[in-house]
Nanobody, 122 residues
Framework: QQQLVESGGGSAQAGGSLKLSCTQF????????MGWHRQAPGKERELVAS???????TYADSVKGRFTISQDNSKNSVYLEMNNLKFEDTAVYYC????????????????WGQGTQVTVSS
């Protein structure tokens, strides 16, 4: 059974850093991207950063230049390094794996971790 397990959340002061890790257990067929999403209280879940199997990365404008997503395919792991944290980065962060349900289907986030809390104090 596929499972994504996150670690590394916690508390930091504004301007500080945290690094999140996510490890995939179990095989995910037709997997495409890996992504980090977040959801703050009262807000919708948003995609923060994604990385393709080939290593192409995308970032939300709010985190560009501060967050870096990376992966280690040998460890089935993806990471999110967060620097210069801001109060508004406070949220539950979710690791997710995107896959295609069929060969011709679009790539959609279908597998989710349990989430890890990140709290930034100003």
């Amino acid at each position: 059974q596929q499972q994504l397990v996150e670690s590394g959340g916690g508390s930091a002061q504004a301007g500080g850093s945290l690094k999140l890790s996510c490890t995939q257990f179990g095989y995910i067929g037709r997997r495409c991207d890996m992504g980090w999403h977040r959801q703050a209280p009262g807000k919708e879940r948003e995609l923060v950063a994604s990385i393709s199997r080939q290593g192409h990365t995308t970032y939300a404008d709010s985190v560009k230049g501060r967050f870096t997503i990376s992966q280690d395919n040998s460890k089935n792991s993806v990471y999110l390094e967060m620097n210069n944290l801001k109060f508004e980065d406070t949220a539950v962060y979710y690791c997710a794996a995107a896959a295609r349900t069929t060969i011709l289907a679009s790539c959609r986030y279908l597998y989710w971790g349990q989430g890890t809390q990140v709290t930034v104090s100003s």
